[in-house]
């Protein structure tokens, strides 16, 4: 069955239904704004309607309720992901938010995946005391608010606890013969193969966002940025032969 259950305070913690989209919105646009200096990538309308025909439909959303009714915290999960984790400004801090991530885990026992924006700082420690480990670094370009963001994994039994944590995964800045520094970013298994990923001519690193996690479980998969692209620098005049030095001085250094 599911559990439905209550928390100090007398909030509890239930399964979301459609006429829950309502109020699912006002704390989801409520965090969001107490949180980032930067807007949702789509207008209030829009984001109301997406979790109205969206996200309450096609995924299992939890919502923590007060004791009038009010609700004041939202979770939502697909099969392998932590999709969304939003608290009501005035209760961050006071547990809901850890009480919505046991339950996550109690329903996804084999483990979570989830993505957050590097300029959260508070969701970053809170995830990561919490046993999530940072596997994937990501430029922006791959989600709508063109922010920085960061994989997260949790495994049950500290499984993936050898992935690189933050300060480990990048960007490393690694000199190449002229002089050039160019960006690596670290993710999976330390003690596999190397594999060192180039991306094409008009990307960066985060093309490899869907790849990249599939290769971590056996490869120490390095992702660079290209000259010039991303994080790395770039000196004129540009060559081909320059590139491949780019790629022999990571491969030598990492």
Not at 176 to 182: E, F
Not at 239 to 250: G, L, N, P, Q, T
């Amino acid at each position: 069955g599911d559990p439905a259950g209550g928390l100090a305070g007398g909030l509890t913690i239930r399964r979301a239904n459609p006429s829950d989209s309502g109020a699912i919105g006002d704390v989801w646009l409520d965090s969001w704004r107490a949180t980032f200096d930067f807007p949702p990538a789509h207008h209030d309308a829009d984001v109301r309607r997406w979790i109205a025909e969206e996200l309450v439909v096609r995924e299992e959303v939890w919502v923590a309720v007060e004791p009038a009714g009010r609700i004041i915290g939202m979770l939502a999960l697909s099969d392998t992901m932590l999709e969304q984790l939003y608290v009501a400004p005035e209760w961050i801090g006071r547990g809901v938010g850890s009480t919505l991530l046991d339950l996550a885990r109690t329903r996804r026992p084999k483990g979570l995946d989830l993505w957050c924006f590097q300029a959260n700082r508070r969701a970053r420690h809170f995830y990561e005391r919490s046993g999530f480990r940072a596997v994937y670094f990501g430029g922006g370009s791959d989600n709508m608010e063109g922010q920085p963001d960061i994989r997260y994994l949790w495994r049950p039994g500290g499984v993936g606890e050898n992935a690189p944590a933050a300060t480990e995964a990048g960007p490393w800045e690694i000199a190449s013969r002229d002089g050039t520094l160019i960006a690596a970013f670290r993710s999976g298994t330390p003690t596999g193969p190397p594999l060192i990923l180039v991306h094409g001519t008009s990307a960066d690193h985060t093309t490899f966002r869907v790849i990249g996690p599939l290769l971590e479980s056996t490869f120490d998969v390095i992702a660079i940025d290209r000259r010039g692209r991303g994080a790395s620098g770039d000196t004129l005049p540009y060559s081909i032969e320059r590139e491949f030095e780019d790629v022999a001085a990571v491969a030598e250094a990492m």
